[in-house]
Protein backbone atom coordinates (compact mmCIF):
# COMPACT_ATOMS: atom_id res chain seq x y z
CA UNK A 1 0.00 0.00 0.00
CA UNK A 2 1.25 3.27 -1.13
CA UNK A 3 1.54 6.01 1.28
CA UNK A 4 -1.21 8.17 -0.22
CA UNK A 5 -4.77 7.84 0.33
CA UNK A 6 -7.34 6.00 -1.66
CA UNK A 7 -10.06 7.75 -3.83
CA UNK A 8 -12.45 5.62 -2.19
CA UNK A 9 -10.44 7.20 1.26
CA UNK A 10 -10.96 10.23 0.29
CA UNK A 11 -14.40 10.35 -0.86
CA UNK A 12 -15.57 9.07 2.62
CA UNK A 13 -13.62 11.59 4.25
CA UNK A 14 -15.21 14.03 2.30
CA UNK A 15 -18.90 13.16 2.98
CA UNK A 16 -18.23 12.52 6.66
CA UNK A 17 -16.71 16.23 6.79
CA UNK A 18 -19.31 17.39 4.34
CA UNK A 19 -21.65 16.45 7.57
CA UNK A 20 -19.71 17.43 10.40
CA UNK A 21 -18.65 20.69 9.02
CA UNK A 22 -22.21 21.91 8.75
CA UNK A 23 -23.59 20.36 12.09
CA UNK A 24 -20.33 21.70 14.05
CA UNK A 25 -21.19 25.42 12.79
CA UNK A 26 -24.80 25.45 14.06
CA UNK A 27 -24.39 23.11 17.64
CA UNK A 28 -24.66 25.49 20.98
CA UNK A 29 -21.22 26.12 22.18
CA UNK A 30 -18.59 25.09 19.84
CA UNK A 31 -20.92 26.44 16.99
CA UNK A 32 -21.14 30.03 18.36
CA UNK A 33 -20.60 32.97 16.25
CA UNK A 34 -17.43 34.01 18.85
CA UNK A 35 -15.79 30.92 18.12
CA UNK A 36 -13.62 31.43 15.23
CA UNK A 37 -14.80 29.70 11.95
CA UNK A 38 -10.96 28.43 11.46
CA UNK A 39 -11.29 26.64 15.08
CA UNK A 40 -14.89 25.30 14.04
CA UNK A 41 -13.85 23.60 11.21
CA UNK A 42 -10.68 22.46 12.86
CA UNK A 43 -12.60 20.85 15.05
CA UNK A 44 -15.04 18.67 12.40
CA UNK A 45 -11.60 18.00 10.68
CA UNK A 46 -10.41 16.33 13.69
CA UNK A 47 -13.58 14.46 14.01
CA UNK A 48 -13.45 13.67 10.53
CA UNK A 49 -10.14 12.02 11.15
CA UNK A 50 -11.13 10.11 14.28
CA UNK A 51 -14.93 8.46 12.79
CA UNK A 52 -12.83 7.94 9.14
CA UNK A 53 -11.89 4.01 10.24
CA UNK A 54 -15.61 3.78 12.03
CA UNK A 55 -17.84 5.27 9.26
CA UNK A 56 -15.70 4.51 6.12
CA UNK A 57 -16.85 0.40 5.95
CA UNK A 58 -20.44 2.11 5.58
CA UNK A 59 -19.45 4.58 2.87
CA UNK A 60 -20.82 3.50 -0.01
CA UNK A 61 -18.63 3.05 -4.00
CA UNK A 62 -17.30 6.40 -5.05
CA UNK A 63 -19.96 7.42 -7.86
CA UNK A 64 -19.38 7.56 -11.33
CA UNK A 65 -19.49 10.72 -12.27
CA UNK A 66 -19.43 14.27 -10.97
CA UNK A 67 -23.43 14.76 -10.60
CA UNK A 68 -23.92 11.91 -8.08
CA UNK A 69 -20.64 12.98 -6.05
CA UNK A 70 -22.17 16.40 -5.54
CA UNK A 71 -25.42 15.30 -4.86
CA UNK A 72 -24.15 12.80 -2.17
CA UNK A 73 -22.14 16.00 -0.81
CA UNK A 74 -24.85 18.22 -0.57
CA UNK A 75 -27.46 15.60 0.85
CA UNK A 76 -24.63 15.22 4.07
CA UNK A 77 -24.57 19.38 4.10
CA UNK A 78 -28.13 18.80 5.19
CA UNK A 79 -28.42 16.64 6.90
CA UNK A 80 -25.49 18.47 8.86
CA UNK A 81 -27.42 21.57 8.74
CA UNK A 82 -30.86 19.58 10.00
CA UNK A 83 -29.29 18.34 13.37
CA UNK A 84 -27.50 21.78 14.16
CA UNK A 85 -30.09 23.87 13.77
CA UNK A 86 -32.56 21.66 15.61
CA UNK A 87 -29.97 21.70 18.36
CA UNK A 88 -29.60 25.27 18.32
CA UNK A 89 -33.57 26.24 17.64
CA UNK A 90 -33.76 24.74 21.44
CA UNK A 91 -31.38 27.63 22.53
CA UNK A 92 -34.49 29.98 21.59
CA UNK A 93 -36.26 28.65 25.22
CA UNK A 94 -33.93 30.66 27.22
CA UNK A 95 -33.78 33.38 24.82
CA UNK A 96 -38.18 33.83 25.50
CA UNK A 97 -37.67 33.26 28.62
CA UNK A 98 -35.25 36.31 29.28
CA UNK A 99 -37.20 38.41 26.56
CA UNK A 100 -40.26 37.75 28.60
CA UNK A 101 -38.70 38.79 32.22
CA UNK A 102 -37.19 41.99 30.76
CA UNK A 103 -40.45 42.71 29.62
CA UNK A 104 -42.27 42.85 32.65
CA UNK A 105 -39.92 44.02 34.90
CA UNK A 106 -39.25 47.03 31.99
CA UNK A 107 -35.98 46.38 31.33
CA UNK A 108 -36.50 45.30 27.63
CA UNK A 109 -34.43 48.39 26.36
CA UNK A 110 -31.48 47.33 27.49
CA UNK A 111 -29.62 45.89 24.75
CA UNK A 112 -26.38 43.80 24.66
CA UNK A 113 -24.98 42.03 21.98
CA UNK A 114 -25.49 38.31 22.23
CA UNK A 115 -22.53 36.10 21.30
CA UNK A 116 -24.60 33.24 20.15
CA UNK A 117 -26.90 34.90 17.79
CA UNK A 118 -26.20 37.95 15.47
CA UNK A 119 -28.61 40.59 16.62
CA UNK A 120 -28.48 42.22 19.70
CA UNK A 121 -30.48 40.76 22.88
CA UNK A 122 -32.30 41.50 25.72
CA UNK A 123 -29.63 41.76 28.65
CA UNK A 124 -31.76 38.89 30.29
CA UNK A 125 -32.17 36.87 27.53
CA UNK A 126 -27.96 37.46 26.81
CA UNK A 127 -27.83 36.12 30.20
CA UNK A 128 -29.68 32.93 29.59
CA UNK A 129 -28.60 32.12 26.52
CA UNK A 130 -24.31 32.26 28.44
CA UNK A 131 -25.45 30.31 31.38
CA UNK A 132 -27.23 27.93 28.80
CA UNK A 133 -24.05 27.38 27.17
CA UNK A 134 -22.30 27.41 30.73
CA UNK A 135 -24.80 24.24 31.52
CA UNK A 136 -23.95 22.72 28.40
CA UNK A 137 -20.30 21.99 29.26
CA UNK A 138 -20.93 21.72 32.71
CA UNK A 139 -23.02 18.83 32.68
CA UNK A 140 -21.43 17.13 30.17
CA UNK A 141 -24.08 17.36 27.41
CA UNK A 142 -21.60 17.98 24.47
CA UNK A 143 -20.19 14.80 25.44
CA UNK A 144 -24.08 13.52 24.22
CA UNK A 145 -23.77 15.69 21.15
CA UNK A 146 -20.58 14.01 20.12
CA UNK A 147 -22.51 10.60 20.80
CA UNK A 148 -25.33 11.82 18.59
CA UNK A 149 -23.01 12.53 15.87
CA UNK A 150 -21.43 8.91 15.58
CA UNK A 151 -25.12 7.52 15.65
CA UNK A 152 -26.47 10.05 13.15
CA UNK A 153 -24.79 7.76 10.34
CA UNK A 154 -27.24 4.83 12.11
CA UNK A 155 -30.22 7.30 12.18
CA UNK A 156 -29.52 8.88 8.24
CA UNK A 157 -26.86 5.95 6.60
CA UNK A 158 -25.63 6.88 3.57
CA UNK A 159 -27.45 6.80 -0.14
CA UNK A 160 -30.89 7.51 1.91
CA UNK A 161 -32.94 10.47 0.66
CA UNK A 162 -32.75 13.54 3.22
CA UNK A 163 -36.13 13.32 5.07
CA UNK A 164 -37.17 16.54 4.47
CA UNK A 165 -40.60 16.02 5.51
CA UNK A 166 -39.52 14.72 8.92
CA UNK A 167 -36.81 17.33 9.85
CA UNK A 168 -39.80 20.10 8.94
CA UNK A 169 -41.90 18.96 11.44
CA UNK A 170 -39.07 18.13 13.99
CA UNK A 171 -38.50 21.68 13.45
CA UNK A 172 -41.87 23.40 13.72
CA UNK A 173 -42.20 20.75 17.16
CA UNK A 174 -38.99 21.63 18.54
CA UNK A 175 -39.61 25.37 18.11
CA UNK A 176 -43.11 24.99 19.84
CA UNK A 177 -41.54 23.06 22.67
CA UNK A 178 -38.91 25.50 22.72
CA UNK A 179 -41.15 28.71 22.72
CA UNK A 180 -43.30 26.66 25.51
CA UNK A 181 -40.57 26.26 27.71
CA UNK A 182 -39.26 29.72 27.58
CA UNK A 183 -42.60 31.00 28.91
CA UNK A 184 -42.65 28.28 31.59
CA UNK A 185 -39.21 29.11 32.74
CA UNK A 186 -40.80 32.58 33.03
CA UNK A 187 -43.74 32.04 34.53
CA UNK A 188 -42.90 32.78 38.07
CA UNK A 189 -41.89 36.76 36.82
CA UNK A 190 -44.76 36.89 34.45
CA UNK A 191 -47.23 35.97 37.78
CA UNK A 192 -45.51 38.50 40.11
CA UNK A 193 -45.74 41.00 37.07
CA UNK A 194 -49.60 40.36 36.82
CA UNK A 195 -50.56 40.83 40.63
CA UNK A 196 -47.92 43.78 41.32
CA UNK A 197 -49.87 45.81 38.15
CA UNK A 198 -53.36 44.47 38.82
CA UNK A 199 -52.27 45.92 42.77
CA UNK A 200 -50.94 48.89 41.30
CA UNK A 201 -53.51 49.35 39.40
CA UNK A 202 -56.18 49.43 42.30
CA UNK A 203 -54.01 52.02 44.10
CA UNK A 204 -54.05 54.42 41.59
CA UNK A 205 -58.05 53.73 41.78
CA UNK A 206 -57.94 54.24 45.23
CA UNK A 207 -56.02 57.60 45.64
CA UNK A 208 -55.51 59.65 42.33
CA UNK A 209 -52.96 61.99 43.38
CA UNK A 210 -50.47 59.02 44.04
CA UNK A 211 -47.54 59.20 42.00
CA UNK A 212 -47.89 55.55 40.76
CA UNK A 213 -45.47 55.25 38.38
CA UNK A 214 -42.17 56.76 40.22
CA UNK A 215 -43.09 53.90 42.75
CA UNK A 216 -44.06 50.74 41.26
CA UNK A 217 -40.68 50.82 38.47
CA UNK A 218 -38.23 50.83 41.12
CA UNK A 219 -40.00 48.25 43.00
CA UNK A 220 -41.23 45.81 39.83
CA UNK A 221 -37.72 46.10 38.55
CA UNK A 222 -36.07 45.35 42.25
CA UNK A 223 -38.60 42.36 43.15
CA UNK A 224 -38.90 41.45 39.81
CA UNK A 225 -35.29 40.45 39.56
CA UNK A 226 -35.03 39.15 42.97
CA UNK A 227 -37.88 36.92 41.81
CA UNK A 228 -35.75 35.81 38.64
CA UNK A 229 -32.64 35.01 40.67
CA UNK A 230 -34.29 33.00 43.15
CA UNK A 231 -35.59 30.82 40.65
CA UNK A 232 -32.78 30.56 38.15
CA UNK A 233 -31.51 27.37 39.57
CA UNK A 234 -34.75 25.55 38.58
CA UNK A 235 -34.83 27.37 35.36
CA UNK A 236 -31.49 25.91 34.03
CA UNK A 237 -32.26 22.74 35.94
CA UNK A 238 -35.63 23.09 33.64
CA UNK A 239 -33.97 23.82 30.49
CA UNK A 240 -31.52 21.01 30.55
CA UNK A 241 -33.50 17.92 31.36
CA UNK A 242 -35.15 19.50 27.83
CA UNK A 243 -32.13 19.51 25.92
CA UNK A 244 -30.97 16.35 27.82
CA UNK A 245 -34.79 14.77 26.21
CA UNK A 246 -33.81 16.59 22.51
CA UNK A 247 -30.75 14.68 22.05
CA UNK A 248 -32.13 11.61 23.05
CA UNK A 249 -33.54 12.07 19.73
CA UNK A 250 -30.39 12.03 17.76
CA UNK A 251 -29.12 9.13 20.13
CA UNK A 252 -27.16 11.20 22.01
Request: charged residues 5%.
Amino acid sequence: MGPYATAAQIYAGGLIFARLAALVMLIPGIGDTVVPARVRMAFAFLMTLMLLPVVAPVVPPVPGNVSDMAFAVIGQILIGLMIGGVLRMFMAALAVAGEVVSIQTTLSFAQTAAPGIAQNSTTLGTFLSLIGTVLIVTTDLHHLFLAGIVKSYSLFPFGRPVPVADAGELAVRTMADAFKMGIQLSAPVAVFALIFNVATGLVGRVMPQFQVFFVASPLIVLLGLSIFALSLGLVGMVWVNGYRDLLAVFGG
